[in-house]
């Protein structure tokens, strides 16, 4: 309190609020601010300015302290980050499907060689090689799509397994059980089945 060396002894409460702004700008920002005793057994507080004069309220509940850093003292130095390798690596995102729902966007990150597209299905979750959409209008059919990435041609292809325009073009269906008929997909295509749209974006060049 008066630069004095603090020793064992009684219990003093200190407290001083600052802000980087004025009251004024905070009561504008409808910022409710109070200080209550009501949960201590200290009936007075010592206010003291100066002892908390580098603490900033930044918000409800966030502070900025102020200090020196020698105060820290000699700090070992950081360990480096471990190398990432390619097994512990996340798998690279092959390509991205987008559809808009209830006017919010979503995006599916492709990182398997196939991918189906199917309606909503209960009790059957997407995976990285299944994509379920629940969509409304029944445009989206069930197994509707089935899109390949070919590593040796580094193409993409697309079957279809109910009606929809790939590019503005309509294309022959597959026959479920029997070999797809493949189609190939460029990397920025729209798929569009009934009202329903997704965009295709490939990601290998």
């Known amino acids: 309190m008066d630069n004095s060396d603090i020793e064992p002894g009684s219990v003093q409460v200190i407290s001083a609020a600052t802000s980087e702004k004025s009251w004024v700008e905070l009561s504008s920002e409808q910022i ?114 089935l899109i390949r990435y070919d590593d040796a041609a580094r193409a993409f292809y697309i079957a279809l397994y109910a009606d929809a325009y790939i590019n503005e073009q309509k294309l022959s269906l597959s026959v479920p059980g029997q070999n797809p008929v493949w189609h190939p997909l460029k990397n920025d295509s729209t798929i569009v089945c009934g009202i329903f749209q997704l965009d295709f974006k490939g990601h290998i060049f």
């Open 32 to 145: 409710k601010v109070s200080i209550s005793s009501k949960h201590s057994k200290y009936s007075k507080y010592d206010l003291n300015p100066n002892t908390f004069a580098n603490i900033d309220i930044l918000s409800k509940g966030h502070f900025r302290v102020k200090f020196k850093k020698d105060f820290l003292g000699e700090q070992p130095a950081a360990a480096p980050a471990p190398a990432v390798t390619s097994k512990s690596a996340a798998p690279q995102s092959l390509a991205t499907i987008q559809f808009v729902l209830n006017k919010e966007r979503y995006s599916f990150q492709m990182r398997e060689k196939q991918l189906k597209i199917t309606k909503a299905i209960e009790g059957v979750p997407s995976t990285p090689t299944l994509l379920c959409i629940n969509e409304p209008s029944g445009s989206l059919q069930k197994e509707h799509i």
